[in-house]
């Protein structure tokens, strides 16, 4: 098999990667909020990432154009400092089955935007994969009930979860002509670097540094577990999310990538002994169904 081909391939793997960091930070509990906790991570994942770019490509530089340094560094600041924490103050609002189906918008937008600014197309079957990967996201995340919230504040949720998703969207198109350069790793560890520095800057803005710390440094924290999750989703989940859309049409990779909804539920069943309901069986049933028939697998010309 090609590597061109393995693009498909990286972007389930990141699905599953980050299913299972999530569900490593579920069990972390609440020991750091949720913004001390993604500043954690992400210096842990960075901490892992900058040694592993210069032990593979050394201290070369990528090469790149001013215009493309431009968005690297407004990629990583706009996709980790800036979406991260629109999506925890969305998740504040509206809770996390809310959160979940508005965060569906992500395919959505990576395929509407690269279609305009890649050239990207999907054929007829890829088209009928996509509404299955939906469709059975929502049978998963779909709660009847809520607590009920007011209408201002769930105007607000689904504004800063739609526009934290769409930021994440527009940074990794804007990042795929840029990957196809020699120094990935080093591209993706700077992309990492400009996020933590702009988190850095936001909460020395709010003058939390000293707080922040203390929590990080006095709390009691399940470190094994935070180091582990932080491993696996700040580190490998990134890589094979970028080296997804670097192999893979952005398109094709971020439906794909949308798997991860249904592998968090499926996880939180076997590990955290979450409910696991008829309904959930068949939504994950459908999304998996819909990846086959998007990969080709079920009709169609496969693309792997």
């Known amino acids: 098999m090609a590597i061109e081909n393995f693009g498909e391939i990286f972007a389930l793997v990141c699905a599953l990667m980050w299913a299972s960091a999530v569900v490593l930070f579920k069990y972390v509990g609440e020991s750091m909020s949720a913004n001390t906790l993604n500043l954690v991570k992400n210096l842990l994942g960075l901490s892992l990432l900058l040694p592993t770019a210069f032990l593979l490509e050394g201290i070369q530089m990528p090469v790149?154009?001013?215009?493309?340094?431009?968005?690297?560094?407004?990629?990583?600041?706009?996709?980790?400092a800036v979406a991260d924490?629109?999506?925890?103050?969305?998740?504040?609002?509206?809770?996390?089955?809310?959160?979940?189906?508005?965060?569906?918008l992500y395919s959505p937008f990576v395929v509407m935007l690269s279609i305009v600014f890649l050239q990207e197309t999907l054929v007829l079957w890829q088209w009928l994969g996509f509404i299955m990967v939906l469709a059975g996201i929502l049978v998963v995340v779909y709660q009847r009930s809520y607590?009920?919230?007011?209408?201002?504040?769930?105007?607000?949720?689904?504004?800063?979860?739609?526009a934290s998703v769409f930021l994440t969207a527009a940074g990794v198109v804007a990042m795929k002509p840029i990957l196809d350069n020699d120094g990935f790793f080093w591209m993706v560890s700077l992309r990492m670097l400009a996020g933590v520095i702009g988190m850095l800057l936001f909460i020395a803005y709010k003058r939390q540094i000293a707080s922040t710390w203390s929590v990080i440094r006095e709390g009691d924290h399940r470190w094994k577990h935070i180091l582990l999750a932080s491993f696996v989703g700040s580190y490998l989940a990134l890589l094979f999310w970028l080296g997804g859309f670097k192999y893979a049409d952005a398109s094709v990779a971020s439906v794909l990538n949308e798997t991860a909804n249904v592998f968090i539920v499926v996880m939180a069943w076997l590990f955290l002994k979450e409910a696991f309901s008829v309904r959930?069986?068949?939504?994950?049933?459908?999304t998996f169904g819909g990846v086959l028939v998007f990969l080709g697998l079920l009709g169609g010309t496969p693309i792997l």
């Open 85 to 104: 924490t629109w999506y925890l103050q969305a998740l504040r609002n509206l809770g996390a089955g809310r959160t979940a189906i508005v965060a569906s």
């Open 147 to 162: 607590q009920s919230v007011e209408q201002g504040v769930l105007l607000k949720g689904v504004g800063l979860a739609a």
């Open 280 to 286: 959930k069986a068949l939504g994950v049933t459908l």
């Open 64 to 80: 790149l154009s001013w215009l493309e340094w431009i968005i690297l560094i407004a990629s990583g600041y706009f996709g980790i």
